[in-house]
């Protein structure tokens, strides 16, 4: 067996898999179940000052590769404090991220200072692609982003991690905002906008109109961004975007990400991250690396 634990700043992964922010991230129980499945951290749903209902249905569809979304951050607001101080007490945890939205520096370091004593780190949702006047409404402008990030971080004395947008020009000016403001590792990918329509009825099928796409089909534009944050940044990253089996995780590592996250895979086996982080261990054990060797290997020339 090789050593895959990972260090993000100060915290320590067992293994290099979490779960992604907005599938089964909503309750303690759920959590704790994904903890248990071999995920070396957890990232909940998205949560802000307010309860939200989220967009009216369908919030969902299936696509060619993956699904496109448009939940519009339905979340329990602070009411999430009662799931997390039951997640906490938990033996057996493993790290919990919790992921926050808001629509100003005022309300992000609002939530931070309710959240992080339950928290090993928060992950700032600047790049959710379909509620308004939160995600890439605010996550778009690099300087938006890091005045968000230094609130938050002037304010709590906990790792800030920053979720970033791939539906800008150049994701790596929002990286370095984030760096610029005191982020402890960034986050790429949240969602890709795009839509679908269904011809019989000629409508949109999502009541949003429009959603965000993840799965496999988002894969290659992930890795892509992960590639040219790792060169444009100091701070860690953080690979999300269509992962589903081991070989998927080692491209977003080889293209620099220290740790993934999955999520859609998720929806249909919980049992991925143990099958991820089986499958790194073996290819690293097989080619006599760490995992330190591999991590940004893909820049290397020879
Ligand atoms: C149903 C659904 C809900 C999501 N909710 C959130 C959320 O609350 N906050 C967030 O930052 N990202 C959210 N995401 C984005 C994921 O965390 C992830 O960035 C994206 O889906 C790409 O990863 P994947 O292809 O492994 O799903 C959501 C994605 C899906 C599919």
Redesign the pocket.
């Known amino acids: 067996m090789i050593d895959l634990n990972v260090g993000i700043g100060k915290i320590t992964l067992v293994n290099p898999t979490m779960l992604?922010?907005?599938?089964m991230?909503s309750a303690a129980s759920s959590l704790r179940r994904v903890m248990s499945c071999g995920a070396g951290a957890v990232?909940t749903?998205?949560i802000g000052l307010l309860p939200r209902e989220g967009h009216p249905g369908p919030?969902?569809a299936e696509v060619t590769g993956?699904?496109l979304?448009a939940?519009g951050?339905p979340?329990m607001g602070l009411a999430f404090l009662d799931e997390l101080e039951i997640l906490s007490a938990e033996d057996e945890r493993k790290p919990i991220i919790v992921?926050l939205?808001g629509d100003c520096p005022e309300d992000f370091v609002e939530l931070a200072e309710k959240f992080c004593q339950y928290a090993d780190a928060l992950?700032l949702?600047l790049?959710?692609p379909h509620a308004q006047g939160y995600?890439i409404e605010v996550g778009s402008e690099p300087a938006a982003v890091e005045a968000i990030t230094n609130s938050v971080s002037r304010h709590v004395d906990l790792p800030i991690w920053v979720?970033l947008t791939p539906n800008v020009t150049d994701i790596t000016a929002l990286g370095q905002a984030a760096e610029k403001g005191g982020a402890d590792a960034v986050?790429a990918?949240?969602?890709v906008k795009g839509m679908v329509i269904d011809v019989e009825s000629a409508r949109p099928v999502l009541g949003n109109v429009f959603g965000?796409l993840?799965?496999?089909a988002?894969?290659p534009i992930?890795v892509k961004c992960v590639y040219d944050l790792y060169s444009a940044l100091t701070i860690p990253v953080i690979g999300?975007?269509?992962?589903?089996n081991y070989e998927d995780a080692l491209e977003f590592i080889m293209a620099g990400a220290r740790a993934v996250?999955?999520?859609?895979?998720?929806?249909r086996d919980l049992s991925v991250f143990e099958h991820v982080a089986v499958g790194i261990d073996r290819y690293l054990a097989t080619k006599g690396l760490t995992l330190e060797d591999v991590v940004g290997v893909a820049h290397k020339s020879y």
């Not at 992604?20 to 599938?23: C, E």
């Not at 996250?261 to 929806?267: D, N, W």
């Open positions: 992604a922010a907005g599938i991230g990232v749903k998205s919030v969902l993956g699904y979304n939940l951050l979340n992921s939205f992950e949702n790049s959710c995600g979720k986050v990918i949240n969602t965000g993840s799965g496999s988002i894969k992930a999300v975007g269509g992962i589903s996250q999955i999520g859609s895979a998720v929806a």
